[in-house]
C-alpha cells in the first residue's frame, strides 16, 4: 500500500515564499508522474505543476515563473517552491504521483495573506 504524506502548508504573506514536500511511503515503486494539484474554496481542483520520472516539468499559467517542482528520486520524494506567492494561490495543495493509478496525499492548506 502507498501512502502519500504532505507537509509545508501554512500561512504566508504575499510575496513571500513557501515549500510544499511529498514523500511516499510503503510499497514505493518509480512513479511515471508526480505533481500538484489546488482547489480553492468554491473552485475547481486545478493541475498546478507536474514533474514526469524523466525529469520533464509543465505548470499551470497561474503560476508558471512563480512555482518549480522538484523531485528526489531516491526518497521517492517531490517538492513545490512556491515563490512571490499571491493571494490567490490560497488552496489545498494535494500532492499525487501516477503508476498505473493515482495515489494522493492528504492535503496541506496554503494560506497567503494581503
Known amino acids: 500500500q502507498v501512502q502519500l504524506a504532505e507537509s509545508g502548508g501554512g500561512l504566508v504573506q504575499a510575496g513571500g515564499s513557501l515549500r510544499l514536500s511529498c514523500v511516499a511511503s510503503?510499497?514505493?515503486?518509480?512513479?511515471?508522474?508526480m505533481g500538484w494539484y489546488r482547489q480553492a474554496p468554491g473552485k475547481q481542483r486545478e493541475l498546478v505543476a507536474v514533474?514526469?520520472?524523466?525529469?520533464?516539468?509543465s505548470y499551470s499559467d497561474s503560476v508558471k515563473g512563480r512555482f518549480t517542482v522538484s523531485r528526489d528520486s531516491a526518497k521517492v520524494a517531490w517538492y513545490l517552491q512556491m515563490n512571490s506567492v499571491k493571494p490567490e494561490d490560497t488552496a489545498v495543495y494535494y500532492c499525487?504521483?501516477?503508476?498505473?493509478?493515482?495515489?494522493w496525499g492528504q492535503g496541506t492548506q496554503v494560506t497567503v495573506s494581503s
Open positions: 510503503g510499497s514505493i515503486f518509480s512513479f511515471n508522474r
Open positions: 499525487f504521483g501516477s503508476f498505473r493509478r493515482d495515489y
Open positions: 514533474i514526469t520520472s524523466g525529469g520533464s516539468t
